[in-house]
């Protein structure tokens, strides 16, 4: 049994407290928002009340956050107060700039800290179906190995420090531009008044399958259940993508990539974020190509 402290109990982070819980590892929790705190006490997490008391006396400090500046914060913040040499994991999709900078703190204390972000939405998280993309030292991704997969069902170690992040960020462009690519191709596909279930028929197994297609089909009632079945409740929001893409965007500005179609990407779903849709499912982004 580890002790480990969870930092971030909102939609994804709550439901991968109560997998750590259920496996029978002592978890304390803290959110800014102490009643997201609350909601997790009937399933066995301690309430911790400040970051500082949260940070001493565990084996590992997981952090699940909504951006760089406020991880920035709050690791630096753990780092200062731990008493002994916790492992800390990083479960938010932030800058690969800050996450680089944040390991050499955390190294310059004797810690040991791993960009581990995420892919599979609070679906994934609620199902324990995560893929964890791990960046840092490989002997210490091989240790927390057990406690990612307990979370999720894969994990996997994509190279130094920042790795996690970066493959996390193409990863999600990839999605974006992809889920694009099928919104357009189901648009016209109705225009031009077709059995919308026939052409998921055709594409799912044809040369445009992919996993939007496959697992997350923008169109009610046509393919597995997905947010659209649900009025394209998140899953994954639109503005977490937006957020994302935004990311991808400056670490291509960084390392002197051309991403032609991720600007595009960026650019329609920073649109549909800032509208009526931006906490909606990503895949929504069809709702704003029907209406153009």
């Known amino acids: 049994m580890k002790k480990i402290g969870f930092i971030g109990l909102g939609n994804m982070g709550s439901k991968m407290c109560i997998h750590l819980i259920k496996a029978g590892h002592d978890v304390s929790g803290y959110d800014i928002d102490e009643k997201l705190t609350d909601r997790l006490l009937e399933h066995g997490i301690k309430k911790e009340t400040s970051v500082s008391s949260i940070a001493k006396n565990k084996d590992i400090i997981i952090t699940m956050l909504p951006n760089g500046s406020i991880v920035d914060e709050v690791l630096k913040n753990v780092i200062s107060n731990t008493i002994n040499k916790p492992i800390i994991i990083d479960c938010s999709t932030i800058e690969v700039d800050t996450s680089k900078k944040l390991y050499k703190l955390a190294l310059s204390k004797k810690i040991s800290l791993l960009d581990a972000p995420v892919s599979g939405g609070t679906i994934g998280a609620k199902n324990g179906t995560l893929t964890f993309m791990v960046g840092g030292n490989q002997s210490i991704f091989n240790e927390m190995s057990p406690i990612l997969n307990i979370m999720g069902s894969k994990s996997v170690y994509c190279g130094e420090t920042g790795s996690g992040q970066a493959t996390k960020l193409c990863n999600n462009m990839l999605l974006a531009i992809t ?36 697992n997350y089909c923008p169109i009610p009632n046509v393919g597995p259940h997905s947010p659209a079945d649900n009025n394209f409740l998140p899953g994954f929001s639109a503005k977490l993508m ?8 400056d670490a291509a500005k960084t390392s002197n990539s051309t991403i032609n179609f991720g600007k595009k990407a960026k650019e329609l779903f920073t649109k549909m974020a800032e509208g009526n849709n931006g906490d909606k499912d990503f895949s929504a982004i069809i709702e704003e190509i029907y209406n153009n």
């Open 242 to 249: 937006a957020k994302d893409l935004n990311l991808a965007v």
């Open 179 to 214: 889920m694009i690519g099928v919104a357009e191709s189901f648009n016209m596909a109705k225009k031009l008044k077709l059995d919308l279930n026939i052409l998921f028929d055709v594409v799912s197994t044809a040369t445009g399958s992919c996993w939007a297609v496959n």
